[in-house]
């Protein structure tokens, strides 16, 4: 029977030494943190709001172009035009499809702004081969509206011809004397990207 408490004695000391030298080195080893969630906004970012992860590596782009407006230069891209040609010209110029959408052209003149567009004169990146495009109406001013009634813009005298950065300046220009606007029958979808001030 005193073997028995003996063998019992020597069982419960080897396990509380046992336990002891686990309880050292488990304190003893290096602490890895454990993961956290990420908070909800980046959550919300990373998927879009609908709960799958989005790889903005697929996101589509659409090439933006260079143009003035209240003579500070401007981002801006072309999506839609009411006008076939016009569609092809600008997906050619982009390299990017715009969409012929022909009922543009029934939007009322009072939910449009305008861009000028030059047939002539100084060389440049208009759609052309002129000067940019002149904006009237950037985001953050009265009458802002992405879509564009397109006014043409052709100079008497080519070599009289100057850049103009400002819808103020070409319309100067036609006071001169030295350039005509003809307003045309096609509207363009042309939204902002970046403007004095702001931008997407």
């Not at 992405?146 to 070409?170: C, F, I, N, Y």
Request: contains cysteine; negative net charge; proline residues 10%.
């Amino acid at each position: 029977m005193l073997e028995v408490h003996l063998t019992m004695a020597h069982f419960f000391r080897t396990s509380l030494l046992g336990l002891a030298a686990f309880l050292l080195a488990a304190a003893c080893a290096p602490t890895t943190p454990a993961p956290t969630e990420p908070p909800a906004e980046a959550t919300e970012a990373m998927t879009g709001g609908t709960g799958m992860e989005m790889d903005m590596g697929d996101a589509p782009s659409v090439p933006a172009g260079t143009a003035y407006a209240e003579g500070a230069e401007i981002r801006f891209m072309h999506t839609e035009a009411s006008d076939s040609d016009i569609a092809k010209l600008l997906t050619d110029m982009m390299s990017s499809p715009v969409l012929h959408v022909p009922s543009l052209a029934e939007v009322p003149q009072g939910a449009r702004a305008t861009v000028y567009v030059f047939t002539n004169g100084v060389k440049g990146m208009g759609p052309l081969g002129f000067q940019p495009d002149v904006f009237d109406n950037p985001p953050g001013t009265e009458g802002y509206s992405p879509l564009r009634t397109l006014h043409t813009v052709t100079w008497g005298d080519e070599a009289q011809a100057t850049e103009l950065k400002s819808v103020a300046d070409v319309l100067q220009a036609e006071q001169s004397g030295l350039l005509t606007i003809a307003p045309q029958p096609v509207v363009i979808n042309m939204p902002f990207l970046s403007w004095p001030g702001g931008e997407r």
